[in-house]
């Protein structure tokens, strides 16, 4: 299995330390963050990344390289200007191969069980497949509206986001069909833009894996700090993040 790495973005909420480092490449715990995503999805048999870059490249590619060192192969996306979420996996079809793959962000952790989201994607085969927990911070977070078989339905904004509504945590399986109708080259984001639209289309294009994984948050110099202290009390060898 293959998986794109979202790493291209500026982070801007965590300026000013992403004013010298892509975000993805801060050390978490000790370690670059797009070390331990790259480690913890050779664990589940993901070991050919493709990484998008557009901010501060050079920052990413100098601590993960080729990627052998973590048995894994790694491939870089590049963009001229920021796709989005939509659009930078649009940009890399051709690069990735597969019909499909595995979408992990590149600033946010999970210890998700990404064999099982494989897995159910398999069973029902929508176009995508979102990794969600129960939404508890709606104030923070916003949701994915979901029927009892699993059908995404929809999003909200956080704030609008009701407890029972579901928290995407940044992994996702995606057919290249999804994306393949977008103009390459332009700017598009997935929740918000193209998963909306295509939940219009095609009804039960979209569906959601519910689980109990951890979801460490590295969006604000708050979340950085106390994700990095948790990861850095653990016991060494402890976790997928270890």
């Not at 996306?77 to 920021?82: L, M, T």
């Not at 959601?208 to 604000?220: E, L």
Request: one cysteine or more; hydrophobic letters at 40%.
């Amino acid at each position: 299995m293959q998986a794109l790495v979202l790493a291209a973005g500026f982070g801007t909420r965590l300026r000013p330390l992403t004013d010298v480092c892509a975000k993805p490449a801060l050390p978490v715990g000790g370690q670059p963050l797009i070390r331990r995503i790259a480690r913890w999805l050779a664990g589940q048999d993901v070991n050919d990344l493709v990484v998008n870059l557009h901010y501060l490249p050079h920052t990413l590619t100098a601590v993960l390289g080729d990627g052998s060192d973590l048995s894994v192969r790694v491939r870089y996306s590049w963009e001229q200007q920021i796709l989005g979420s939509a659009g930078g996996p649009r940009h890399a079809l051709d690069l990735i191969g597969d019909d499909t793959f595995v979408i992990a962000n590149g600033d946010t952790l999970t210890d998700l069980n990404v064999r099982a989201l494989i897995e159910a994607h398999r069973r029902t085969n929508p176009l995508v497949t979102l990794a969600l927990v129960p939404n508890r911070e709606p104030e923070k977070y916003g949701g994915a509206i979901m029927k009892d078989d699993g059908t995404v339905t929809g999003f909200v904004p956080r704030g609008v986001a009701a407890r029972g509504s579901f928290h995407f945590i940044g992994v996702q399986i995606a057919h290249a069909e999804a994306f393949r109708p977008l103009p390459p080259g332009q700017p598009a984001q997935s929740i918000g833009g193209l998963y909306d639209r295509l939940i219009a289309a095609r009804p039960a294009s979209i569906r959601g894996f519910v689980s109990d994984a951890a979801f460490w948050d590295i969006g604000t110099p708050e979340d950085y700090a106390r994700t990095s202290a948790e990861l850095s009390n653990r016991e060494k060898g402890y976790g997928p993040f270890s």
